[in-house]
């Protein structure tokens, strides 16, 4: 079973700072990563869909990366904002392609 | 397109009572997912139907658990003799392709 881990649990950074976040995968043999925003008692909004023959994707201030072979995926935000405060979940599908295994998330607090 | 809707979107109801959840997806979306979502954890697949064909129920989903979508539209999630262990956040997602998935706002159920 895929096992999807997200280091860390919690961070906590100054308004302005460049953060990372780190999601791991046990099963390299993925399909697509996304990467999701959940504000709390709310639903998920996709940020990144990385395909599995691409190394990153970019949005904005939002740059994810790729390593199939090492079973890593990292979220770069550049220049944080209060506003980026959430909970960030790492998701990979399934050999099937129709479930999403998520990590437990990492919540980030932004303060100004 | 007002994206995914859920409803309702909170439900407090005692221990051994049935409660039943609705789905909307975004429209032309054949493809539907439930997922719940307990606190401090990511969400975990229960199901998913392509049209009104239900392919795939993760063994969470017990017995008391049953989903329908009975004319390829919007779907139902019915908890039969509800346990404290059921309160959790459920989440909805539709999409067209097979790795993508748009999420709704959920549904926050909580049994006492």
């Known amino acids: 079973k895929q096992e999807v881990t997200q280091i860390p649990a919690a961070l906590s950074v100054p308004e302005g700072e460049n953060l990372v976040l780190n999601c791991s995968f046990t099963?390299?043999?993925?399909?697509?990563l996304q990467w999701f925003r959940q504000d709390p008692g709310k639903g998920l909004t996709s940020l990144l869909l990385i395909q599995s023959s691409q190394r990153e994707q970019t949005s904005g201030r939002l740059n994810a990366s790729l390593d199939k072979s090492s079973g890593r995926s990292t979220l770069y935000i550049a220049a944080s904002q209060p506003g980026d405060s959430a909970t960030y979940l790492c998701?990979?599908?399934?050999?099937?392609?129709?479930?999403?295994?998520f990590g437990k998330g990492t919540s980030l607090l932004v303060t100004p | 397109d007002t994206g995914v809707s859920q409803d309702p979107r909170h439900k407090i109801t005692k221990r051994g009572q049935n409660v039943t959840f609705r789905c909307d997806p975004i429209s032309e979306h054949n493809r539907l997912y439930w997922y719940r979502q307990t606190l401090g954890q990511g969400p975990e697949f229960l199901t998913y139907?392509?049209?009104?064909?239900?392919?795939?129920k993760s063994r969470l989903l017990s017995d008391r658990f049953s989903a329908e979508r009975p004319k390829g539209s919007f779907s139902t999630l019915e908890i039969q003799r509800t346990e404290q262990g059921d309160s959790a956040m459920y989440l909805c997602a539709s999409g067209t392709l097979i790795y993508e998935q748009y999420f709704g706002p959920g549904t926050r159920l909580t049994v006492t």
């Open positions: 099963d390299s043999a993925i399909y697509n």
């Open positions: 998701a990979v599908y399934s050999n099937s392609g129709y479930a999403l295994n």
């Open positions: 139907f392509q049209n009104e064909a239900q392919l795939e």
